[in-house]
């Protein structure tokens, strides 16, 4: 069992930054990635990083939000700058092995006007 572990959310105002945090208990993955989902809406990829460092990004995170790991800490980082208020969510880190995934439990994100 792979442990994924959130951390770093919290409010902020429009314009603000926050850096989430997702502590895997395994190096080995082929992707990882950040989630999020809204009330009332389904859940959406927000940024995703490969083993080999390729990222890719949600239209609505392109040029704001950034992600990037730690290989020595198993931990993945998702820096997001310029925050909206529409980017209030619950944000989930997905680590995948490959023939397997795991979830984080989700942190809150909420960023007022």
């Known amino acids: 069992q792979v442990q994924v572990v959130e951390s770093g959310g919290g409010s902020v105002q429009a314009g603000g930054s926050l850096r989430l945090s997702c502590a895997a208990s395994?190096?080995?993955?082929?992707?990882m990635g950040w989630y999020r989902q809204a009330p009332g809406k389904e859940r959406e990829l927000v940024a995703s990083i490969g083993s080999g460092g390729t990222t890719n990004y949600a239209d609505s995170a392109k040029g704001r939000f950034t992600i990037s790991r730690d290989g020595a800490k198993n931990t993945v980082y998702l820096q997001m700058n310029k925050l909206k208020p529409e980017d209030t969510a619950v944000y989930y880190c997905?680590?995948?092995?490959?023939?397997?995934?795991?979830w984080g439990q989700g942190i809150q994100v909420t960023v007022s006007s």
């Open positions: 997905n680590a995948d092995l490959g023939f397997k995934a795991f």
């Open positions: 395994t190096s080995v993955f082929a992707i």
